[in-house]
């Protein structure tokens, strides 16, 4: 995503990604993230919706390539599997 197209996120733990491409969520959940840790949030909610599944796999695939989570699972409310719920580990 280049600054031109930078869109300011409220950084409140929860994401919701239905108005971003799938070539800029990895990016973007990943600098959520960074951001949500800094600032002490570590219960975050990834809103990816249901559709063909494509924008968890990626989340997903994010989460499992980071050292800070702690856990994440599909949110178990009445967004059934459009969304995850990240637990970070806080800052040492």
């Known amino acids: 995503m280049s600054t031109e197209d930078a869109v ?5 733990g929860v994401l919701d990604l239905h108005t971003f491409r799938p070539a800029d969520v990895k990016e973007l959940v990943a600098d959520y993230l960074d951001e949500c840790r800094a600032r002490g949030i570590l219960e ?3 809103i ?12 997903h695939s994010v989460l499992d390539r ?9 949110a178990g409310d ?3 599997w459009g969304a995850t ?3 970070l580990r806080p800052r040492e």
Do not use: A, E, N
């Not at 990816?48 to 989340?59: A, D, E």
């Open 66 to 74: 980071r050292s800070d989570i702690d856990r994440y699972t599909l």
């Open 44 to 46: 975050v909610r990834v």
């Open 48 to 59: 990816h919706g249901k559709g063909t599944g494509t924008l968890r796999r990626i989340v």
């Open 8 to 12: 300011d996120l409220p950084i409140d």
């Open 78 to 80: 009445g967004s059934s």
């Open 85 to 87: 719920l990240v637990t």
